[in-house]
């Protein structure tokens, strides 16, 4: 007897298989893999273009990634890889880890529980896998 699937299962088998058909290189591809071929930028650059290269007197590359951490923790799950991503950046930028937490915890209120305990669980993943990358 086979296991019966959840439509959501369904249409990402569907979503695979088409995949395949179109390029079978795709057969082995994963978010993290995909992320793993966009560096980390420098904070220089980070402010640049993110911070204060557009004002002298505007936000600074971290509190404009710690808002974009914000904006994206309320997109939920559909946000995987831009928030691990962003979490890389804001460690690049100077933020700790508490300012990360508590970013993501504030929005808890906004956008749920559901939605704040994954973005956390992704910020740890990237915290872990940096102090990995420092020893």
């Known amino acids: 007897m086979s296991e019966s699937k959840t439509p959501f299962e369904l249409m990402m088998g569907q979503a695979h298989e088409m995949a395949r058909a179109f390029n079978p290189a ?48 309320m997109q939920g799950a559909q946000a995987d890889t831009p928030v691990r991503m962003t979490v890389r950046h804001l460690l690049e930028a100077g933020a700790t880890k508490d300012e ?17 305990t994954r973005a956390m669980e992704l910020a740890r993943e990237v915290m872990e896998d940096n102090k990995d990358d420092e020893a």
């Open 26 to 73: 795709l057969e082995s591809f994963s978010p993290k893999g995909f992320e793993k071929l966009w560096p980390t930028m420098p904070k220089d650059v980070m402010e640049f273009w993110f911070g204060r290269g557009l004002s002298k007197e505007g936000l600074d590359a971290k509190t404009r990634l710690l808002l974009t951490l914000a904006g994206l923790t």
């Open 100 to 116: 990360i937490a508590e970013t993501i915890a504030q929005m808890s209120m906004f956008a749920g529980i559901p939605a704040m």
